[in-house]
Structure formats: structure tokens, C-alpha cells
């Protein structure tokens, strides 16, 4: 989308930069700004202006300049990861840049290819590799301001909250909004909101596998994805249009409203895929299972059992492979399967106890970097 076609309130982190351009003469630097500004147009959707400006630096760059190509790098990144969530490609781009950053001397975006890179390997389940790249980000960005802490901030927080350590991460996006705020990046703000709920919910939905959600938890998460969802349409952002709608269902779901969840589901499951999200389609379509098994249409359920049956477990967290059996255990419950019952009921608990481990990690390397950073 272009910044021409919508702009519904002042962002203050792309009004920065064009003061820094205007005011710039010498041509490298100016360059330099530009790609940084590609980046930043690239966090509130603008797609197709950031692409325009980088297909101009490309242009102009024959010579390969070192830091304006690690620049250039790092907002292709930005957009594999915004437009797609491609987070092989995207990484492939913070890689690059990462390492000719550290050959340029560019500590900024050293810190900030850190921070980016911290949160690839995370949302991959790589934790050690996303310790070290965090500690990298933390170390940078000291006296610097910006992406880079901000991000190495959230990364820390979204850690925390899938650790089930609510009360950290709480503090840790509390400092990530403070740095957002300080840089104008209200795009950042919007993520930390959408991060924020997206953990929420997943957590409640887990628990809501194995015991009881309480009143007070459901309503503090249905708040915070309606804000998520209320930010999200004030900057009028255009990336992953069906993520919010399905963690609204999946409330539903904890809610048992569960002819409303399976019609939501229905309707937003076709994009998913689409949007990159395709090892989420398995537990969603195991969510509807258990919605249609409620609602009595046992033809939907046994449907969506067998699709989701037929998942890779490769391909998606311990959580949520976790919550897909424990979804179709209690389908095949009520539409008389006790095998298949006992059989998904004893995967999930499996996932369960690997999905416990993974938090203890996360607290184990994780908890020494917050200490450092708070130094």
C-alpha cells in the first residue's frame, strides 16, 4: 500500500527521517536515510513506497557500498517479514546485513540485525542461538536509541510471556513501548500490542485444554485483542489480515460460543496459508473439529479429526501441537472414539511436558541477558 493511498494518523518515526533527509548534504548519508526510511515505511505496511525507494538505492549502488548495501538488506528483510512473515528469507536478509554491518563499523545496525535476528531464531525454537544474538542487541544498543533496543526489548518480553513469567515480560514490554514512544515508532507499539495478545491467547487456550480460565484472565486477554485489533485498524495495516480475526475465534472458542468460532474459522482458514501461516492451519482446523463436535455436526468433525491428524509436527511449536491433540482428543470424546480419544489425549500430554521444558529454558537463558540489560 502507498503512504498516498492512506495515512489516518501523524507518524512521527517517517516525519523524523524526512527532516534528517532534508537536512542531509552529504550523498551517502542521504542514501544511507533513505534505506532506513524503507525499513520504518515497511513497519506501517507502506509496501510498495518502501519498495520504490529500494529499487532506486539498488540502482544507484554499483559500486556496492558496504553500508548502504547492509541498509538495503536490512529493509528487504523488513518487508520478507511484514508482508509475508517469511521468516527463512527474512533471516537470509539479517544474516547479510548483520555481518557486512559489522564490517561497515555500523554499530546501529549491528544492534538492530542483532535484535531482528534474536527474534528469528526465537519464533524458530532455536533458544540458545536467540540468546546470543539478544545479548549481542543489548550490548550494541547501550547508548544507542531506536529499533535495536526496542526490538531486543520485545523479543525479551514475547520470551517471558511464552515462558508463562507474565509479570517480566509485563516490565520488559513496558521498556520496548518506552523506547517505541521516545522514536516515534507507534508501528512498534502495534506489534508489541499484537505479540502481547497473541501469547495471552495461546496460553489461555492451553489451559483451557487442561483446566480452567478464569473469568478475570478472559477478560484481560479479550481487551487486549480488541486493542490489538483497534490500533491495528487506526494505522490502517494491511499485512496478515486473518491472524486477529482467528485469535478473536479462538477466544470464542474458551468463551463456547462455538457456532460463532466455527464460522469465523471457516471464513478466515483459507488465508492463513497464504499469509505464511500454514503450520498454524492444523490446530485451527483442530479447534473447529472440537467447535463442530459441540454443535452436533459430527460429518464436520470427523473432517477436520482426520485433516488434522495428517500434520507435520515439524512444522509447528510444542504449544501448539499440544493444544491441536488435546482439541481432538476432546472431539473424538464426543463423537464416541474413545481410542482415538486415548490416542491424541496421550500426544498431548507429550507435547505438554516438551512445551514445559522449553519454557524452563527460556527462563534459564534468557534471565541472565534481562539482568545485564537492567545493569
Not at 503512504?3 to 489516518?8: Q, V, W
Not at 539498488?58 to 528487504?76: T, V
Not at 474458551?254 to 483459507?270: C, G, M, N, T, V
Not at 464426543?334 to 480419544?341: G, S
Request: charged share 25%.
Amino acid at each position: 500500500m502507498s503512504s498516498g493511498e492512506r495515512s489516518r494518523i501523524p507518524i512521527r518515526s517517517i516525519t523524523l527521517l524526512d527532516d534528517q533527509i532534508n537536512n542531509c548534504f552529504d550523498l551517502a548519508e542521504r542514501n544511507t536515510l533513505f534505506a532506513k526510511k524503507a525499513a520504518v515505511l515497511t513497519r506501517h505496511s507502506f509496501f510498495e513506497d518502501a519498495k520504490d525507494i529500494l529499487s532506486k538505492l539498488r540502482a544507484i549502488n554499483s559500486k556496492y557500498d558496504p553500508r548502504l548495501s547492509a541498509w538495503i538488506m536490512f529493509a528487504e528483510g523488513q518487508i520478507e517479514h511484514f508482508e509475508t512473515l517469511n521468516i527463512i528469507r527474512a533471516r537470509d536478509k539479517f544474516v547479510r546485513a548483520h555481518l557486512i554491518s559489522q564490517v561497515a563499523k555500523d554499530r546501529e545496525l549491528a544492534s538492530a540485525t542483532s535484535a531482528w535476528l534474536a527474534h528469528c531464531e526465537f519464533v524458530d525454537g532455536r533458544l540458545p542461538d536467540a540468546a546470543g544474538y539478544l545479548a549481542k542487541a543489548f550490548n550494541w544498543s547501550r547508548e544507542l536509541k531506536g529499533d535495536a533496543r526496542g526490538r531486543a526489548c520485545m523479543v525479551l518480553a514475547d520470551g517471558f510471556n511464552m515462558a508463562g513469567d507474565t509479570i517480566t515480560a509485563k516490565h520488559w514490554y513496558s521498556v520496548a513501548r518506552a523506547c517505541a514512544v521516545e522514536a516515534g515508532d507507534i508501528a512498534m507499539q502495534n506489534v508489541m500490542l499484537f505479540n502481547s495478545a497473541a501469547f495471552h491467547v495461546a496460553h489461555l487456550t492451553l489451559t483451557d485444554c487442561v483446566s480452567t480460565v478464569t473469568a478475570e484472565e478472559l477478560k484481560r486477554t479479550k481487551l487486549e485483542v480488541a486493542s490489538a485489533s483497534n490500533l491495528n485498524a487506526a494505522l490502517g495495516i494491511t499485512s496478515l489480515p486473518s491472524m486477529l480475526p482467528i485469535m478473536l475465534a479462538e477466544v470464542l472458542v474458551i468463551e463456547k460460543e462455538w457456532s460463532r468460532a466455527e464460522r469465523d474459522f471457516s471464513l478466515h482458514l483459507p488465508q492463513l496459508a497464504a499469509e505464511g501461516q500454514s503450520k498454524q492451519t492444523h490446530k485451527i482446523i483442530a479447534q473447529r473439529a472440537w467447535c463442530r463436535a459441540n454443535i452436533g455436526d459430527s460429518d464436520g468433525a470427523h473432517r477436520d479429526v482426520q485433516a488434522a491428524s495428517a500434520s507435520s509436527s515439524e512444522k509447528s511449536d510444542c504449544d501448539d501441537l499440544s493444544v491441536l491433540h488435546y482439541r481432538l482428543a476432546a472431539a473424538s470424546a464426543i463423537l464416541n472414539e474413545p481410542e482415538l480419544h486415548e490416542h491424541h489425549r496421550v500426544i498431548a500430554d507429550g507435547y505438554l511436558v516438551e512445551f514445559r521444558g522449553q519454557q524452563s529454558n527460556i527462563r534459564r537463558l534468557f534471565t541472565p541477558i534481562a539482568n545485564s540489560a537492567q545493569e
